[in-house]
């Protein structure tokens, strides 16, 4: 089945760094992908998505390109912020005919940014 | 105004109790989820209704049963719980359409605490 694989933390870095934070993907066909951001305390919040290849998602200083050759969709940031921390997930779109559609979720990456 | 609403915000509760979660969303979405997430921030979907009709059930203990008396509400009941159901509960809604591109949007989420 469909599968989403991100890189353990947690993640520290110091403030202005640069952070990568990889995912890769196991599906049939051509899923949407999309980076949600936790927020200590909070839920989910869609961060940017891509619905085909070649596509690149950004907001908030953030990027990731959906790269269907190397089935990746790598989380990029040039400058980080102490409110950058916060718990990152990458999730793929399973849908069911158009009835509704499942998210199917890797196992998130924590974020510690240092001042 | 909140787009996704759920109460309570957190649940203690003794095992062998039966409570009950709500939800309900005023994005005018065809589409709700309940996902479960563990200790270890891992994210699954238990279910998803369509226009109140049930499309996903995910294998959950039949001790879960939701119910949506409307498309704008999707409620939780747990019978008998369990220590092992202690989580983090959330709702999300989601318009679906025939691109699975679409975003779904998730509310604050229930700390359940089985004791």
């Known amino acids: 089945g469909n599968s989403v694989t991100q890189m353990e933390g947690p993640v520290t870095l110091s403030e202005e760094a640069f952070l990568t934070i990889n995912c890769t993907y196991t599906?049939?066909?051509?899923?949407?992908l999309f980076w949600y951001v936790q927020y200590p305390g909070e839920g989910l919040q869609l961060l940017l998505k891509a619905t085909k290849a070649d596509d690149k998602g950004s907001n908030k200083g953030f990027e990731a390109t959906y790269r269907k050759e190397t089935t990746s969709f790598h989380l990029e940031k040039g400058s980080v912020q102490v409110s950058d921390s916060a718990v990152y997930f990458c999730?793929?779109?399973?849908?069911?005919?158009?009835?509704?559609?499942?998210?199917?979720f890797g196992t998130g990456t924590l974020l510690a940014v240092q001042p | 105004d909140t787009a996704v609403s759920q109460t309570p915000k957190y649940l203690v509760t003794q095992m062998g109790n039966d409570k009950s979660i709500k939800c309900e969303q005023n994005l005018g979405h065809d589409t709700m989820y309940w996902y479960k997430q563990d200790s270890k921030k891992f994210l699954k979907i238990m279910f998803s209704?369509?226009?109140?009709?049930?499309?996903i059930n995910e294998t959950v203990p039949n001790r879960f049963s939701p119910k949506s008396p409307d498309k704008a509400h999707l409620n939780l009941h747990i019978n008998s719980l369990e220590l092992g159901d202690s989580a983090v509960y959330f709702c999300?809604?989601?318009?679906?359409?025939?691109?699975?591109?679409?975003?779904?949007?998730f509310g604050q989420g229930t700390r359940l605490t089985v004791v």
């Open positions: 999730a793929l779109s399973e849908g069911y005919g158009g009835a509704t559609n499942k998210l199917i």
């Open positions: 999300a809604s989601s318009q679906v359409g025939k691109v699975m591109n679409t975003e779904a949007f």
């Open positions: 599906a049939t066909g051509y899923p949407s």
């Open positions: 209704y369509n226009n109140k009709e049930l499309i």
